[in-house]
């Protein structure tokens, strides 16, 4: 069953830890938010149980201070585990207490509330239960050893181990089950890094057991195949141990020679669990064939790394020998090794004689594949150029493993698996340098540690050289270090290393490229924005199609580009970054600007015939464009509009911060108009406000009249829908000026007809209805049938709010009958909702009902989050006057979650007014007053006087105890603002304050 989003997640974990007890909402506020909640932080939290309550009916109580959650214990995995826990302590049968913590572990199965986001919750309810777990593993572990079997037990001792290097108790009980096995050597390796990592990450050195043990082993010079073992906590001497190997065997050496030449493994490996999880499935499954597995990925991706650690991991796999050979596919001043070379090297690791190497190629692949017959070997070759380089150094046997490394694809291997490793999650990079610094360093700066991990982009390399330059500058903050990171002309220099250079990788495969794909690759990396699709690459690079696909596929192909969907395309960041410094480097000034003026106009001409899809455009004008591309993405529906949109939001955005930059005042404000109606419909307020902003300040700074005027209305309508009405007066009045000034009558229509719902958000309805009947005649004197319909609806809309209920249904049907061309679903939607809200005032309640999930139909299948925003609280009074609670509830919570989400601000106050009415009418008083205190606070913030008196009204009706103490001076002040807007529930407010003695 699904639970739902991190909210819901965190919010039934926390319930189901603490099983029966209480958790207050203040708890879960913290959880949530910890520090930082959001106004509407307890309304949320009540919509995220309202929620859960649907899906898991009779779990959740509400108590006086928050909620608790009752069911059998053995019905959550924590308190399962907790109560085997608490039978295998108290087991007295030594097979009964393993197989008890056994199946007590097993109810782990994951991170605990993984994917709920919550530093707060991870650290205070997380942690405490991993440690709960490693108790388990740990007594588990302890009691396994006392029963034998130590080749099994040291079998799942090592990955748990790996997974927290500083449990010494575990390490002591891994080397003493390995060294009980005989295998000495591994457990004196075990020590060494249970060692070498307390140095690093602690500065200390092992506990005494673990020495104790560590020097019985190194004077155990007889090499006892099972030495005799007390127990966990000590190694007894009293047998004499078993007789050495015997004699050696005076005959010539065998022809094949066993050996591991791994290279030594990564102590710190951080993540990489599910790739890791598929390569040894790849190699426990290769009983009965000659298993090969490529690992792809860009440079400094960790490719060899991975490879490595994995193959140590498997080692006992592939007794007869592990070997790994470099083929220098991408080296500093070294050619790719021939692959005749690299057989020679190979054969001469597994005993062949140089004499006996043949010449030919051939022959040595020949020779290569009949030594290895019949044996278990496993072979990293690593740093792979291309597919003739490799194949000729497969192995053929049955039950042998090649884990092949390269920046390429090498297509054409058959048979191979394939894993492409992209970038480290931020979590996971996080984690990498906690496990390298230690956790005290990282949790000290985490805001700084997310900041460096994100200049990083998730690139090993880069992590791993961050990381090594703090760990020998100790004195160094995550702080001080994202400030180095931060100047785009240090950032490689801070990313090198003696031994390692982020910007060496790089440049080593640029250097593979030849001469037409390096020109790609650098006109790439002059893109605006952080992807490109397939027609903006070839306007970019001024290239056909089919040729311009080439190039991409070929980038692609050797890990310089990523394919993130079909036809969309990026740079990792930091590729991104270099590319781009070495074309502003190699490429003429002219050039450059040719490049940057062809994508500018690419996206532009996209962008105006996908708003033409959208709804039809309120200003005729020019489009000037100084270079077009010969190839235009094919835009021929609205939903191939708004996905086109929806891909570029961010690329829109930056173009039009280019053209401003650039001075290019007429196309930032073009650009900047054919984005509004996106911005608004998708609820992207934040880059509907900045790209508005930009064109502005570039209009002005070009005195362009239309185009300030154009932009301003588009600004203004985005402050309205975010709640700053008094700018969004401002701006629309001033846009009405210059539209006088400039003599565009329709133009200051345009501006009436916004200022009409400013002026109805404010509770100004008379100067609303004054304004839109303006333009509705306007519209009818030029037969703009659309424009007809949209200030019908609007006038709807304010007939509602003055209790003109039959009124406000003869507009909105009139809306309805108007046929218009192309797409008018936007005004039917809005029509179908006023009618709603007005037959809900008549008490019509079914036939409201069903015109207002309709309108919501539409408004979904548009994706227009302000007009779902509405409609889902005017569902939810619906509701709540029908008598079903839970529903109205759940619609008016849905509307204020996707405000929050969308910083679509306008309707909050309105929306928590009916929240609270709906609270009190559910006999819900606490939740009821504090929706309606927030409701008052935001109103009164926002000059919303309408919200105001009914917040106001809907505290004094509030029963004794609930309600404010001053009920009557309430009243009598929401009477007075209903009275002066002329609203009918003037009436009934009047008609309360009178019954109340008033």
């Given at each position: 069953?699904?639970?739902?989003?991190?909210?819901?997640?965190?919010?039934?974990?926390?319930?189901?830890?603490?099983?029966?007890?209480?958790?207050?909402?203040?708890?879960?506020?913290?959880?949530?938010?910890?520090?930082?909640?959001?106004?509407?932080?307890?309304?949320?939290?009540?919509?995220?149980?309202?929620?859960?309550?649907?899906?898991?009916?009779?779990?959740?109580?509400?108590?006086?201070?928050?909620?608790?959650?009752?069911?059998?214990?053995?019905?959550?995995?924590?308190?399962?585990?907790?109560?085997?826990?608490?039978?295998?302590?108290?087991?007295?049968?030594?097979?009964?207490?393993?197989?008890?913590?056994?199946?007590?572990?097993?109810?782990?199965?994951?991170?605990?509330?993984?994917?709920?986001?919550?530093?707060?919750?991870?650290?205070?309810?997380?942690?405490?239960?991993?440690?709960?777990?490693?108790?388990?593993?740990?007594?588990?572990?302890?009691?396994?050893?006392?029963?034998?079997?130590?080749?099994?037990?040291?079998?799942?001792?090592?990955?748990?181990?790996?997974?927290?290097?500083?449990?010494?108790?575990?390490?002591?009980?891994?080397?003493?089950?390995?060294?009980?096995?005989?295998?000495?050597?591994?457990?004196?390796?075990?020590?060494?890094?249970?060692?070498?990592?307390?140095?690093?990450?602690?500065?200390?050195?092992?506990?005494?057991?673990?020495?104790?043990?560590?020097?019985?082993?190194?004077?155990?010079?007889?090499?006892?195949?099972?030495?005799?073992?007390?127990?966990?906590?000590?190694?007894?001497?009293?047998?004499?141990?078993?007789?050495?190997?015997?004699?050696?065997?005076?005959?010539?050496?065998?022809?094949?020679?066993?050996?591991?030449?791994?290279?030594?493994?990564?102590?710190?490996?951080?993540?990489?669990?599910?790739?890791?999880?598929?390569?040894?499935?790849?190699?426990?499954?290769?009983?009965?064939?000659?298993?090969?597995?490529?690992?792809?990925?860009?440079?400094?991706?960790?490719?060899?790394?991975?490879?490595?650690?994995?193959?140590?991991?498997?080692?006992?796999?592939?007794?007869?020998?592990?070997?790994?050979?470099?083929?220098?596919?991408?080296?500093?001043?070294?050619?790719?090794?021939?692959?005749?070379?690299?057989?020679?090297?190979?054969?001469?690791?597994?005993?062949?004689?140089?004499?006996?190497?043949?010449?030919?190629?051939?022959?040595?692949?020949?020779?290569?594949?009949?030594?290895?017959?019949?044996?278990?070997?496993?072979?990293?070759?690593?740093?792979?150029?291309?597919?003739?380089?490799?194949?000729?150094?497969?192995?053929?046997?049955?039950?042998?493993?090649?884990?092949?490394?390269?920046?390429?694809?090498?297509?054409?291997?058959?048979?191979?698996?394939?894993?492409?490793?992209?970038?480290?999650?931020?979590?996971?990079?996080?984690?990498?340098?906690?496990?390298?610094?230690?956790?005290?360093?990282?949790?000290?700066?985490?805001?700084?540690?997310?900041?460096?991990?994100?200049?990083?982009?998730?690139?090993?390399?880069?992590?791993?050289?961050?990381?090594?330059?703090?760990?020998?500058?100790?004195?160094?903050?995550?702080?001080?270090?994202?400030?180095?990171?931060?100047?785009?002309?240090?950032?490689?220099?801070?990313?090198?290393?003696?031994?390692?250079?982020?910007?060496?990788?790089?440049?080593?495969?640029?250097?593979?490229?030849?001469?037409?794909?390096?020109?790609?690759?650098?006109?790439?990396?002059?893109?605006?924005?952080?992807?490109?699709?397939?027609?903006?690459?070839?306007?970019?690079?001024?290239?056909?199609?089919?040729?311009?696909?080439?190039?991409?596929?070929?980038?692609?192909?050797?890990?310089?580009?990523?394919?993130?969907?079909?036809?969309?395309?990026?740079?990792?960041?930091?590729?991104?970054?270099?590319?781009?410094?070495?074309?502003?480097?190699?490429?003429?000034?002219?050039?450059?600007?040719?490049?940057?003026?062809?994508?500018?106009?690419?996206?532009?001409?996209?962008?105006?015939?996908?708003?033409?899809?959208?709804?039809?455009?309120?200003?005729?004008?020019?489009?000037?464009?100084?270079?077009?591309?010969?190839?235009?993405?094919?835009?021929?529906?609205?939903?191939?509009?708004?996905?086109?949109?929806?891909?570029?939001?961010?690329?829109?955005?930056?173009?039009?911060?280019?053209?401003?930059?650039?001075?290019?005042?007429?196309?930032?404000?073009?650009?900047?108009?054919?984005?509004?109606?996106?911005?608004?419909?998708?609820?992207?307020?934040?880059?509907?406000?900045?790209?508005?902003?930009?064109?502005?300040?570039?209009?002005?700074?070009?005195?362009?009249?239309?185009?300030?005027?154009?932009?301003?209305?588009?600004?203004?309508?985005?402050?309205?829908?975010?709640?700053?009405?008094?700018?969004?007066?401002?701006?629309?009045?001033?846009?009405?000026?210059?539209?006088?000034?400039?003599?565009?009558?329709?133009?200051?229509?345009?501006?009436?007809?916004?200022?009409?719902?400013?002026?109805?958000?404010?509770?100004?309805?008379?100067?609303?209805?004054?304004?839109?009947?303006?333009?509705?005649?306007?519209?009818?004197?030029?037969?703009?049938?659309?424009?007809?319909?949209?200030?019908?609806?609007?006038?709807?809309?304010?007939h509602h709010a003055l209790g003109n209920y039959h009124e406000a249904i003869v507009h909105c049907e009139a809306a309805l009958e108007i046929r218009l061309d192309g797409d008018s679903r936007e005004i039917q939607a809005s029509a179908l909702r006023g009618l709603g809200e007005a037959n809900m005032r008549l008490g019509k309640y079914n036939l409201a009902l069903g015109q207002l999930e309709n309108a919501l139909k539409v408004f979904l299948a548009m994706e227009d989050s302000a007009g779902e925003i509405y409609t889902r609280n005017a569902l939810g009074t619906v509701f709540r006057e029908m008598g079903d609670f839970e529903s109205a509830l759940a619609a008016h919570g849905a509307a204020l979650e996707l405000g929050e989400k969308t910083a679509q601000r306008s309707a909050e106050a309105e929306v928590l007014n009916e929240l609270g009415v709906?609270?009190?009418?559910?006999?819900?008083?606490?939740?009821?007053?504090?929706?309606?205190?927030?409701?008052?606070?935001?109103?009164?913030?926002?000059?919303?006087?309408?919200?105001?008196?009914?917040?106001?009204?809907?505290?004094?009706?509030?029963?004794?105890?609930?309600?404010?103490?001053?009920?009557?001076?309430?009243?009598?002040?929401?009477?007075?603002?209903?009275?002066?807007?002329?609203?009918?529930?003037?009436?009934?407010?009047?008609?309360?304050?009178?019954?109340?003695?008033?």
């Open positions: 069953m699904s639970v739902g989003g991190p909210r819901q997640r965190c919010v039934l974990g926390a319930l189901l830890v603490e099983l029966g007890k209480e958790v207050t909402v203040e708890r879960l506020v913290d959880f949530l938010w910890q520090d930082d909640p959001p106004r509407t932080a307890r309304s949320i939290i009540q919509v995220q149980v309202s929620h859960l309550r649907q899906n898991f009916p009779d779990l959740i109580q509400t108590t006086a201070g928050g909620y608790l959650a009752r069911t059998d214990p053995d019905r959550v995995d924590l308190h399962r585990f907790r109560g085997l826990a608490a039978r295998a302590q108290e087991a007295e049968d030594p097979a009964a207490t393993v197989g008890l913590w056994d199946e007590a572990l097993s109810c782990w199965r994951g991170q605990p509330f993984s994917g709920t986001g919550s530093d707060y919750l991870y650290y205070t309810v997380c942690q405490p239960l991993l440690e709960e777990r490693w108790a388990a593993v740990t007594a588990w572990a302890e009691a396994a050893f006392g029963l034998g079997g130590y080749a099994e037990l040291a079998a799942r001792l090592t990955p748990l181990v790996r997974e927290d290097p500083l449990r010494e108790r575990l390490h002591f009980l891994l080397i003493a089950a390995l060294y009980r096995d005989g295998q000495r050597a591994t457990a004196l390796s075990v020590f060494h890094e249970i060692r070498k990592a307390l140095a690093e990450q602690l500065g200390i050195d092992p506990g005494r057991e673990v020495l104790e043990l560590y020097e019985r082993m190194l004077h155990d010079s007889e090499g006892p195949t099972r030495p005799p073992v007390a127990g966990p906590d000590g190694i007894g001497a009293g047998d004499a141990p078993a007789d050495s190997a015997g004699d050696e065997d005076e005959a010539a050496p065998a022809p094949f020679v066993s050996r591991n030449d791994l290279p030594r493994d990564t102590p710190d490996f951080t993540g990489r669990e599910d790739h890791l999880e598929e390569l040894f499935a790849i190699g426990a499954d290769g009983g009965g064939r000659a298993e090969v597995c490529v690992i792809t990925g860009t440079g400094g991706a960790g490719k060899t790394t991975l490879a490595v650690h994995a193959a140590h991991r498997m080692a006992e796999r592939y007794p007869d020998a592990q070997l790994f050979i470099d083929l220098h596919g991408h080296t500093v001043d070294q050619d790719p090794l021939l692959p005749a070379t690299a057989l020679s090297s190979l054969l001469r690791a597994v005993g062949v004689s140089p004499e006996a190497i043949p010449e030919s190629l051939e022959d040595r692949a020949a020779l290569w594949r009949a030594t290895l017959a019949d044996k278990r070997i496993l072979v990293v070759l690593d740093n792979a150029v291309n597919y003739t380089q490799v194949s000729p150094l497969l192995s053929a046997a049955s039950g042998s493993l090649t884990l092949v490394t390269s920046r390429h694809d090498l297509a054409g291997l058959g048979g191979a698996r394939y894993i492409s490793l992209g970038m480290l999650s931020h979590a996971t990079a996080e984690r990498f340098f906690s496990t390298v610094l230690g956790p005290e360093r990282t949790k000290r700066e985490p805001d700084a540690l997310g900041r460096v991990v994100n200049l990083c982009g998730g690139l090993p390399l880069a992590l791993r050289i961050v990381a090594g330059r703090m760990l020998t500058r100790p004195q160094w903050t995550f702080v001080h270090v994202e400030q180095r990171l931060s100047l785009q002309h240090r950032r490689f220099r801070e990313l090198r290393t003696d031994a390692h250079s982020v910007e060496a990788v790089f440049e080593l495969s640029y250097q593979s490229l030849n001469s037409v794909q390096q020109e790609v690759f650098l006109r790439l990396g002059l893109a605006i924005g952080n992807s490109i699709d397939f027609y903006g690459a070839a306007a970019l690079t001024d290239s056909d199609l089919p040729r311009t696909d080439d190039l991409l596929q070929e980038l692609v192909g050797v890990r310089l580009l990523e394919e993130q969907s079909v036809d969309l395309y990026r740079f990792h960041d930091l590729i991104g970054a270099y590319a781009k410094q070495k074309a502003l480097r190699l490429l003429p000034e002219e050039e450059i600007d040719s490049t940057h003026r062809r994508i500018s106009d690419y996206y532009l001409h996209a962008a105006q015939r996908a708003a033409e899809w959208l709804g039809p455009r309120r200003h005729d004008y020019a489009i000037e464009l100084a270079d077009t591309s010969r190839y235009k993405a094919e835009i021929t529906t609205r939903s191939e509009a708004v996905e086109w949109f929806d891909r570029h939001r961010e690329n829109l955005a930056a173009v039009v911060d280019h053209y401003a930059q650039k001075g290019s005042g007429q196309q930032a404000w073009q650009l900047a108009d054919s984005l509004w109606r996106f911005y608004a419909v998708h609820g992207q307020t934040e880059l509907w406000l900045t790209t508005h902003e930009q064109a502005l300040a570039a209009s002005r700074a070009d005195s362009d009249h239309l185009g300030s005027a154009i932009t301003l209305v588009g600004l203004g309508i985005a402050h309205c829908l975010s709640g700053r009405l008094d700018s969004s007066l401002s701006l629309l009045q001033e846009a009405k000026e210059l539209f006088v000034s400039l003599g565009d009558q329709s133009g200051e229509m345009r501006a009436f007809a916004n200022l009409g719902m400013v002026y109805e958000r404010m509770g100004r309805y008379e100067d609303a209805e004054k304004v839109l009947s303006r333009a509705l005649d306007h519209a009818m004197s030029i037969d703009d049938a659309s424009l007809v319909a949209l200030q019908r609806s609007n006038l709807g809309a304010i709906t609270y009190a009418r559910a006999g819900r008083y606490a939740e009821a007053r504090s929706s309606l205190d927030e409701a008052l606070r935001l109103a009164r913030e926002r000059h919303e006087r309408y919200a105001e008196a009914s917040a106001l009204f809907g505290l004094s009706r509030l029963p004794a105890g609930a309600a404010p103490d001053d009920v009557a001076g309430m009243l009598a002040t929401a009477a007075e603002i209903f009275t002066e807007l002329g609203v009918p529930e003037a009436r009934e407010a009047a008609a309360a304050l009178e019954a109340l003695g008033g």
